[in-house]
């Protein structure tokens, strides 16, 4: 069978559109999270992150994470006293929103900060966003469960 130009520019074009709507469905089936819900206020006060995290540059190495029997364990370099840290461990998911998690630190013995993992395996990262003596510090390491 032989066809003419017509015939085969008619199939060029319907296989074409076929592809576009099945890209198209693809695309509608597929979940989209944000980053972040509230990304325009933090946007607003992202100069603030920009001094804590100045302010944590010097100290950001001495930050040591280990998971130990099922919890994080968070130990500050010794120039902060544990007893005078207050702020958050933000355990944060790369992959969806759900498994994000809150954390308030809270002095552990000796003077080390324990954070209960029950997080599904894979790569995370800790953001330790944390005041010592009226000054704020802010911090991102990564970790893997």
Known sequence: MKWNWGTKLAIAMAAFM???IIFAVRMMRE???LVEKDYYPKGQAYQQMIDKKANAAPY???IHINIEDGFIKLR???SF???KITGTAHLYDR????GDKLFTLTVGAGGQFWLPV???KGRYIVKIDW???QKAYYVEKPIDL
């Open 131 to 133: 005041v010592c003596e």
């Open 31 to 33: 979940s989209v999270d």
């Open 95 to 98: 992959v969806t929103e759900t």
């Open 118 to 120: 029950d997080q599904n």
């Open 76 to 78: 500050f370099p010794v």
């Open 81 to 83: 006293p544990p007893e």
């Open 18 to 20: 076929l592809m576009i």
């Open 60 to 62: 950001a190495d001495s």
